[in-house]
């Protein structure tokens, strides 16, 4: 089980961080947890993503440089900070989970466990 949460309303320029809490049979360690955002009219798209156990990050160009994907194993937490925000960024955005690492993080259906999303507004 996913909680997301962190969302809320931003000015252009500013800064938020996304929490991604794990429970139950989800282990940030051991499983790849990756950020997906949905903006309106747009299909999801893959924002970034974490390897389970080597911790190896991977992101998507229009985010590459201003957001970092980071984990606290002890608190079982993957998180997403966002620096200098764009309106383009403003999304609800879900977290994902997969046991097994695959080749194709990018893709939304490769990731069976889904937590509800939370909403990034970036006002210009």
């Known amino acids: 089980q996913l909680q997301a949460s962190g969302g809320g309303l931003v000015q252009a320029g500013g800064s938020l961080s996304l929490s991604c809490a794990a429970s139950g049979g989800a282990n940030t360690n051991s499983h790849t947890v990756a950020w997906f955002r949905q903006g309106p009219g747009n299909d999801r798209e893959f924002v970034a993503a974490?390897?389970?156990?080597?911790?190896?990050?991977y992101y998507a160009d229009s985010v590459k440089g201003r957001f970092t994907i980071s984990r606290d194993i002890a608190k079982n937490t993957v998180y997403l900070q966002m620096n200098n925000l764009k309106p383009e960024d403003t999304a609800v955005y879900h977290c994902?989970?997969?046991?097994?690492?695959?080749?194709?993080?990018?893709?939304?259906?490769?990731?069976?466990?889904w937590g509800q999303g939370t909403l990034v507004t970036v006002s210009s």
């Open positions: 994902a989970a997969r046991l097994y690492w695959n080749v194709q993080y990018w893709r939304p259906d490769e990731y069976p466990y």
């Open positions: 974490k390897r389970g156990n080597s911790g190896s990050t």
